[in-house]
């Protein structure tokens, strides 16, 4: 039986994957910052364990306690919306420690028990908006292209010694708490310089009628990432995702 690790399994993407791996009875550690916060059934497959990514007592910790693994997906961070030039220093520092830094550590802490058995696989959650421009978010975009880049690189150095790595971006979707992160760390928007630009985003972000992305979509991308070997490097996860990959070739 084969056990999958998991960060931000408290809601969203890591709980809808975690399910899903579940069901298809694999052995799961689920992360998250706070365990009381899990939502998953009980299961004798499943390990629930607190996991702060930016610390890394805490990823030595998590590491010892989940023994063997034999993949391991990097979902866990969170989003921010505002102008580059009215994003604050401490917003950009934490985006980095999250998204990019969290990801990075954790994946560093797994590799040499990856390494010395010759297999494994990495699955990096980041997002679609890594493939369109947009406004208003280039700070966690920034978080995220340098994890697509991470990973792209990492894979050259890590494939000739059995590791897979992929990647899976998804799409927008009100399913995960992206929109309250996002207007956790939102600054700037009453700017009279970038108020008409705010209006147009946040009215296109509200726009529910376009294609969105489903949590179960992104579950099931990182399902195929994890158990097929002849995915691609980047799986777009959800209709709009899928649009905008099509888009960016």
């Not at 709980?15 to 799961?28: G, I, K, M, N, P």
């Not at 969170?78 to 990801?103: H, K, S, V, Y």
């Not at 992160?181 to 296109?204: D, N, S």
């Not at 990432?225 to 649009?243: C, K």
Request: aromatic letters at 6%; proline letters at 6%.
């Amino acid at each position: 039986m084969q056990t999958i690790l998991i960060t931000g399994c408290s809601s969203g993407f890591g709980l809808e994957t975690a399910r899903t791996f579940l069901a298809r009875d694999w052995q799961v550690v689920a992360t998250m910052r706070n365990p009381a916060d899990s939502a998953l059934p009980p299961s004798e497959r499943l390990r629930v364990l607190a996991l702060d990514v930016t610390d890394a007592d805490s990823i030595g910790r998590v590491v010892e306690a989940a023994g063997p693994v034999d993949v391991l997906v990097n979902n866990a961070g969170f989003g921010a919306a505002a102008p580059a030039e009215l994003t604050p220093m401490d917003t950009i520092r934490q985006l980095f420690e999250t998204n990019t830094f969290g990801t990075i550590a954790l994946t560093q802490a797994l590799l040499p028990q990856f390494r010395r058995r010759g297999t494994g696989v990495i699955v990096n959650v980041t997002s679609s908006v890594t493939l369109k421009t947009l406004p208003l978010l280039a700070a966690y975009r920034a978080s995220k292209v340098a994890v697509n880049a991470f990973t792209e690189s990492m894979a050259l150095e890590l494939e000739p010694l059995g590791i897979r790595t992929r990647l899976v971006l998804p799409g927008r979707s009100p399913e995960t708490r992206f929109g309250d992160t996002a207007r956790t760390h939102m600054h700037g928007f009453e700017h009279e310089a970038y108020a008409a630009l705010v209006k147009r985003v946040v009215a296109g972000m509200q726009d529910t009628s376009t294609p969105l992305t489903h949590a179960q979509d992104v579950a099931e991308a990182v399902w195929r990432a994890a158990t097929d070997p002849s995915t691609p490097m980047r799986i777009p996860a959800g209709a709009d995702a899928v649009a905008w990959a099509a888009e960016a070739r």
